[in-house]
């Protein structure tokens, strides 16, 4: 199989995780950030191991998903 595809299959279960989480959370963000870092961490990986050329429905673009990492330090 496509490692391409492989990455990006990855990046649903943690945007499946967040959009639980706001749902049980009636849209309230602030309870979720540990699931949204999750899902741009997992995003981060998946555009590292493909060279920046991943595609996922569940991801930004590479360079919001940067951008965001940075403004939120861990």
Do not use: F
């Not at 309230?28 to 060279?51: G, I, V, W």
């Not at 050329?53 to 965001?68: E, H, I």
Request: proline share 7%; aromatic share 6%.
């Amino acid at each position: 199989e496509n490692p391409e595809h492989q990455s990006a299959e990855l990046t649903l279960v943690p945007a499946c995780s967040l959009q639980a989480c706001l749902t049980k959370n009636t849209y309230a963000p602030d309870k979720c950030d540990a699931h949204l870092r999750r899902l741009y961490e997992c995003c981060n990986r998946m555009y590292e191991q493909t060279s920046g050329g991943g595609d996922s429905s569940a991801c930004p673009n590479l360079r919001v998903v940067k951008r965001w990492l940075k403004d939120h330090p861990s």
